[in-house]
């Protein structure tokens, strides 16, 4: 997809997202600590950074981890 997209202009990032406090957790079994995963917000604006920031570097991969590792 990536390749067909770049001839028109629009960059395509593939983001592997460790665990984030989101809502999804509450759904979930288990006893998730979510003091230990990042901040949705957090991960939206280093997201939107890196991929706005420049024209002249593309960003193919983004992988992101909570400080701590896997949960």
């Known amino acids: 997809m990536r390749e067909e997209l ?9 983001a592997e997202v460790g665990a984030t406090d989101t809502g999804l957790w509450d759904n979930l079994e288990g006893n998730w600590n979510k003091e230990s995963m990042m901040k949705d917000s957090d991960v939206a604006k280093f997201i939107l950074k890196n991929i706005l920031d ?5 960003v193919d991969e983004i992988f992101l981890m909570p400080p701590g590792g896997i949960l």
């Open 6 to 14: 770049r001839v028109k202009g629009v960059r395509v990032v593939h």
């Open 54 to 58: 420049s024209n002249t570097v593309n």
